[in-house]
């Protein structure tokens, strides 16, 4: 469905989606600048702390609140490249000088967009699970999507865009100043007033851990 511009003849707008004008209501493209969870906190998550069920119900309203539709580029769920579903993703802040991180709400996502998000895990799995090309695709739908609206993007994600040759269309980096007095034990999630804390003793421990997988 096309919504055809009202202005006059000589105008050079072209027509709109509905998904492009409904999009716009709850559109939050600054989702794509989320920084990578800190590593004390990797694993500690609401959907691991309530269990599937909760997170399924959640996932589900989440996906219903914005009518199908990718709350970071707006795409319909029909309409997403590569996969036709969404993904649900907790969306976090970050508080680098406390350690104290908070889940802000649960929002849906297109796979592409959520795979942009978690470029860490992108940078492992290229070549195994994805293709070159497939991330440099993902990676590059993410930069546009943050150069349309002048938003920045975490460092890590530039500077792996960078390494594969991904354009990432004029959109600058940012890098978080991180509390270089901050233990490993110091992070913590707050979710429904209660304090989570890390799941590995150390850092070591997580590396263990990780490398195992």
Known sequence: MTIESTNDNNSTNPAITYSECY????????????????????????????????????????YKSTDYHCVACGVAKQEAKKHKWLEAHEFWNIDYNTGVCEVKSIEPLCHYCHNFIHSGRLSMIIGK??????????LEHGFKVLA?????????????????????????????????????????????????????????????FYNAL
Do not use: M
């Open 23 to 62: 999009s716009a209501l709850f559109l939050k493209p600054e989702i794509l600048c989320h920084p990578h969870i800190p590593k004390p906190l990797h694993g500690v998550a609401p959907r691991e702390i309530k269990g599937q069920i909760w997170w399924d119900e959640t996932r589900q309203k989440a």
């Open 129 to 138: 699970e994805k293709s070159k090309h497939e991330v440099i695709d993902i």
């Open 148 to 208: 349309k609206h002048n938003l920045k993007a975490f460092y890590f994600t530039i500077d792996f865009a960078n390494r594969i040759g991904a354009k990432t269309f004029g959109v600058e980096k940012y890098t978080p100043t991180v509390n270089q007095k901050l233990k490993w034990t110091d992070f913590k999630l707050i979710f429904e007033g209660n304090e989570y804390f890390s799941k590995f003793k150390s850092r070591s421990e997580w590396q263990s």
